[in-house]
């Protein structure tokens, strides 16, 4: 599969782009495929860790009910715990209100070695506080170029980026919500204010094309992940999360002494 053609330029219609792929793959064949691509991919991020040199930074942006959390399970349990991070951005508190943006942020992002998981991210100072008119398009802009500098600076240290937007439908999302509703096991998961925010679907969908068109870049790279099959979005994340690690090569370190003449004798 090419993990690349999902990704978006600098125009993004997301009514234009996917919601439903499959990629013309059963249900079964697909989770059989993400199994076998977590057994590369957790080689790769042993040598990412053993090498201690470059870092992943993965956004996960989404619509409520998108798959955040579901894309969390079940692709990075694929990999061992010890090397990934995920962070979950909630709404800013008072002490991070006292501060610009991305200053909650920066301290959650990877060290040499890891793996770190946004579940949503800055890119909700660019979302939800559009749709409540919280901030003005002028101030919108400026943030889109604080957010590429930001990108850019991580980018200089060795962090690769890849921004995944779930595209799901309306109709899904209905689904999903309505299921959160009558699944005692997913009633915690309900939050009334979802509907409001669900209500105010074309503004979330081009407050999402501004911010997505805007801060595309190569440094960091948005790519639009269709995500009403949960299968074929943890397929699809999965692929891209392999080739990405293989486009870095980490490299296991050398030994820093010679280890030719030495062995470990019995006590
Ligand atoms: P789920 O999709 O499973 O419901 P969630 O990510 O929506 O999970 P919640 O605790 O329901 O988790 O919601 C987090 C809320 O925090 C979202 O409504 C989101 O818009 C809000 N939020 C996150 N960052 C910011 C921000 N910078 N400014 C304003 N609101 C934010
Ligand atoms: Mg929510």
Known sequence: MDSKRYRVGKKVNLSKLPTDDTGKLSREDSE?????????????????????????????????????????????????????????????????????????????????????????????????????????????????????????????????????????????????????????EKNWKFNPSDLKERARWPEYTSAYEDALSATSTDAAPWYVIPADHKWYRNRVIATLLLDTLREMNPQYPEPEFDLTNVAVGAI
Not at 36 to 52: P, V
Not at 129 to 139: A, G, P, Y
């Open 32 to 184: 059989a495929e993400t199994l076998e691509i977590g057994l590369e991919l957790a080689k790769l991020q042993d040598r990412l860790y053993a090498e201690s040199k470059q870092s992943l930074l993965v956004v996960l942006q989404a619509r409520d009910a998108g798959g955040k959390d579901g894309t969390v399970k079940h692709v990075f349990e694929l990999i061992n715990p010890q090397g990934v991070i995920v962070t979950n951005f909630k709404v800013p508190n008072e002490e991070d209100l006292k501060h610009d943006f991305l200053w909650r942020i920066h301290p959650h992002t990877p060290a040499a070695g890891m793996i770190a998981v946004f579940n949503r991210s800055y890119y909700e100072d660019v979302l939800v506080t559009r749709v409540h008119d919280l901030i003005s398009d002028k101030e919108a802009e400026q943030r889109f170029k604080h957010i590429r500098h930001f990108e850019d600076l991580l980018a200089s240290r060795g962090t690769r980026i890849l921004k995944l937007y779930l595209h799901i439908s309306s109709e899904e999302q209905r689904e999903r919500l309505q299921e959160r509703l009558d699944d005692p």
